[in-house]
């Protein structure tokens, strides 16, 4: 009972700064305007580029509207006789390794979460430690030894060389393990078990249905991570077998003049799958959050 006094004004207080953040001024929305025109112009610029010819890139003063010769640029773009790369081949290239990276980064990032999350055994503390202590390593330290291990393997010039190192993430594993600590109760699991279920099934039919969430926000995270990824690709790739960043690197070493309406064309190309993946499952993405938020 005397913990009710404390409780008003406690409440009084949050509902004030609710009232604060909905109450939104003019130099909110400014700024909020500001920040979506920064970040929408690179993308209407590669847009107005991509459908003149090369001169409109030095025209002066700049030209600012989409001009007639988009169709022609990107026939241009899938003509492998004119760019000397198989743009097309790299789509799919990256399609298919974003598609398995993502699946099986949502995957075993979970399983990896449920077992230091909920799972007893010896050297877990420490096995948790040293996942994260591979965040802090720079990833160019481990080319060499990676390049020899897929050389190794006979793995050079194929797509199974930009898989097989991303098939899960230690990022993934910190933040479905965080996770599922806070949405999935011991009570819930420990009652599974007297349910009769074995520690695969409290996994599939308990934690997978309550991370969902948050592994559609690890799932976009890591198909854009994987569809813009350039390094390692272009380290184990070729030409003849690119993903759509190699491509479009290998598009703009073609000429000895380079065609920057060809290779802002790659790029608008190659950003239309990320912008379709947004609009499609941005809405349930969010509306996942917020569930998870109020179930919380």
């Not at 009710?4 to 400014?30: C, K, N, S």
């Not at 990833?139 to 098939?167: R, S, T």
Request: charged share 10%.
């Amino acid at each position: 009972m005397t913990s009710i006094p404390y409780a008003i004004p406690r409440r009084r207080a949050r509902h004030a700064v609710a009232r604060r953040f909905e109450a939104a001024g003019p130099l909110t929305y400014l700024f909020l305007i500001l920040v979506v025109l920064g970040s929408i112009f690179p993308l209407y610029w590669s847009l107005v580029v991509a459908s003149h010819t090369n001169a409109a890139v030095y025209a002066y003063p700049p030209k600012l509207l989409p001009g007639g010769n988009l169709f022609h640029n990107i026939h241009r773009l899938f003509n492998a006789g004119i760019v000397n790369v198989d743009f097309a081949k790299a789509l799919a290239n990256s399609a298919i390794v974003s598609t398995v990276v993502t699946v099986s980064v949502v995957f075993f990032s979970a399983l990896a979460g449920f077992a230091f999350a909920k799972l007893d055994f010896r050297g877990r503390k420490l096995l948790f430690v040293l996942v994260l202590a591979t965040l802090f390593v720079p990833v160019q330290l481990g080319l060499i030894p990676l390049y020899i291990e897929m050389k190794h393997f006979g793995w050079l010039d194929n797509i199974k060389a930009v898989i097989a190192p991303n098939l899960v993430t230690a990022f993934g594993v910190f933040l479905m393990r965080q996770y599922i600590v806070g949405a999935v109760p011991s009570e819930l699991v420990a009652a599974a078990r007297v349910d009769g279920c074995n520690t695969w099934r409290v996994f599939w039919h308990v934690v997978m249905p309550a991370v969902r969430p948050i592994a559609a926000v690890l799932g976009l995270l890591t198909f854009m991570m994987s569809w813009n990824d350039y390094l390692w690709p272009y380290i184990v790739l070729n030409a003849r077998n690119p993903t759509v960043q190699v491509a479009v690197s290998d598009i703009a070493t073609v000429a000895y003049v380079p065609d920057y309406s060809l290779i802002l064309t790659g790029c608008f190309v190659s950003i239309l799958p990320l912008l379709a993946v947004f609009l499609l499952l941005g809405r349930q993405i969010i509306g996942g959050i917020m569930q998870g938020a109020i179930k919380g």
